[in-house]
């Protein structure tokens, strides 16, 4: 018998593309022309309907159910070196087993039977030749670790699905298979096949989605550390491949509209508009600000059906008081093909305001708040939400500490700079660039995450530290409004900023550069 991972290396299959095969819904989308194009991996029963496929089954139980189509059709059949009785980890090897089942000795003796190790079988019964493949809750989690495993990059999948149902196919098997492991949905894998992904760094995701998520960030330089925050927030919970793209990085040229209204409130107000341009006006692309930060998995906002529209937007509980948001956005790029000199020449015209641009859409045709506003929490996080978003500028955790959410974001940071995903070379990069507060890097050094436990030496490291946007509201006034006084005018810059009063913001900051 030979481990799968020796098999697919000798074979040249590693650099196959490879198609995954579960009996969720989606599974009814594969065809003999969809194969055609991948290596197959048919997951327990799925091999009844996959002729030439190779099998991987976890359960002993699964081999003998699916006997026929194993013994006439399947390429190989891939078990764990201990299988599994009944959803438990069994107490018998392959080796044992294949001596005394009929089954398992014929796919033994005509060389299909491979093996590997299975991270649920006692540590003393791993064979020391094969790594552990991990998994916790389905076996599809299983299959996209060994072929990581064995050097596969590029996985697709079919009939992997959440929710709680079988394809049509297989509903003979809905009362004695279905969710047998005791789990509520198939929902939990995902969590597991996010962590392969971003540890393997896999070219991943469903058959019937664009693949990779496409996620357009609007940042600045001072920004970037909070921006790197936040894609490996996304990338490490996302069970697609995802690509996190800083939009100023595209070098687009934003004119400047004429009126001192429609001017933009934030050096990346106008960034959004450039998305469906950088995503090359075709497909899917989901907008964000710099400073949010992901608690979920990135696919369950990429997968919403968008209907005719051409966006969707986040729909701002009304007991809260604010305008619209337009900070999280799924877009249908060609669809909309922004233009960002058309949209600033339809400003300086007057058929277009500040207020109709950022507060109600006017540019886009068809647009919903579609997206549930646990995708947008501003300042706020319970069980439910699924996008921390830190609107309140004085108080963003890589420049103050008075956030009482900040210890999410630092713990989110400690744990990128533990996988080395940001490097403590950067975060002093961006300190000495000030950028962010040098309390900060004392946090990381020290292994604290929150903020309120800073000791008063800590503290005194942030005593010199003008945040940028501080900086920017008091350029021109003098070292003498460094401290409580540029504090005071900054936060007055702010409050105008949110209530859209640009014309006095701009008289009051005018008046007192003099």
């Not at 960030?217 to 995802?242: C, F, H, N």
């Not at 040229?253 to 934030?266: G, M, S, Y």
Request: some cysteine.
């Amino acid at each position: 018998m030979r481990d799968v991972h020796s098999w697919i290396r000798e074979k040249g299959m590693d650099t196959h593309k490879w198609l995954i095969l579960g009996k969720g819904p989606s599974f009814s989308k594969f065809s003999s022309e969809v194969a055609s194009s991948f290596t197959l991996l048919a997951l327990n029963h799925a091999i009844r309907d996959v002729p030439g496929a190779i099998a991987h089954i976890i359960d002993l139980d699964v081999v003998d159910e699916c006997a026929d189509s194993l013994l006439r059709d399947s390429a190989a059949l891939v078990m764990p070196w201990v299988p599994h009785v009944k959803n438990l980890a069994g107490q018998k090897n392959l080796g044992q087993l294949s001596e005394d089942h009929p089954v398992l000795r014929a796919m033994r003796d005509s060389g299909r039977l491979l093996w590997y190790n299975l991270q649920t079988a006692a540590a003393s019964a791993h064979r020391s030749e094969a790594p552990v493949v991990p998994t916790r809750y389905f076996s599809a989690e299983a299959a996209v670790g060994l072929l990581a495993l064995s050097g596969v990059k590029t996985m697709r999948t079919l009939g992997v699905d959440g929710g709680s149902q079988y394809a049509s196919t297989f509903r003979d098997l809905n009362e004695t298979t279905l969710l047998a492991n005791g789990r509520s949905s198939f929902d939990k894998q995902f969590e597991e096949i996010a962590r392969a992904v971003f540890q393997w760094n896999l070219d991943f995701g469903p058959l019937d989605e664009e693949v990779p998520v496409r996620v357009y960030v609007a940042t600045e330089p001072g920004q970037m550390l909070a921006t790197r925050v936040l894609e490996y927030s996304l990338r490490r919970r996302a069970s697609i491949t995802s690509v996190v793209y800083p939009i100023h990085d595209f070098g687009f040229a934003i004119p400047e509209p004429q009126a001192l209204e429609n001017k933009p409130r934030t050096p990346f107000s106008f960034q959004r508009f450039l998305v469906p341009q950088a995503a090359g006006l075709e497909g899917r692309a989901i907008y964000l600000d710099s400073d949010m930060q992901l608690l979920r998995d990135i696919r369950q906002l990429w997968r919403l059906p968008m209907g005719d529209n051409d966006l969707l937007a986040v729909g701002e509980p009304t007991k809260t008081g604010r305008k619209p948001q337009f900070s999280v956005m799924l877009l249908n790029c060609a669809r909309l093909g922004w233009k960002i000199d058309k949209i600033v020449t339809e400003m300086d015209s007057g058929r277009l305001t500040y207020s109709q641009l950022m507060y109600e859409m006017k540019v886009a045709e068809r647009w919903a708040a579609d997206i549930p506003p646990r995708w947008n929490c501003l300042e706020r996080c319970d069980g439910d939400s699924a996008l921390l978003h830190y609107t309140d500028m004085e108080r963003q955790p890589w420049i103050a500490t008075n956030n009482p959410l900040a210890r999410l974001w630092v713990k989110e940071l400690r744990a990128a700079v533990a996988e080395g995903f940001i490097t403590l070379d950067y975060v002093e990069e961006q300190i000495r660039s000030g950028f962010v507060r040098p309390s900060l890097l004392w946090q990381l050094q020290n292994d604290l995450d929150d903020v309120l436990l800073l000791p008063r030496k800590a503290k005194a490291l942030d005593k010199e530290f003008v945040p940028p946007y501080m900086a920017l509201s008091t350029k021109g006034l003098g070292r003498a409004w460094r401290g409580p006084a540029a504090m005071a005018v900054a936060r007055a810059r702010r409050l105008l900023e949110i209530s859209g009063v640009a014309a006095l913001m701009a008289a009051v900051h005018r008046r007192l550069s003099r």
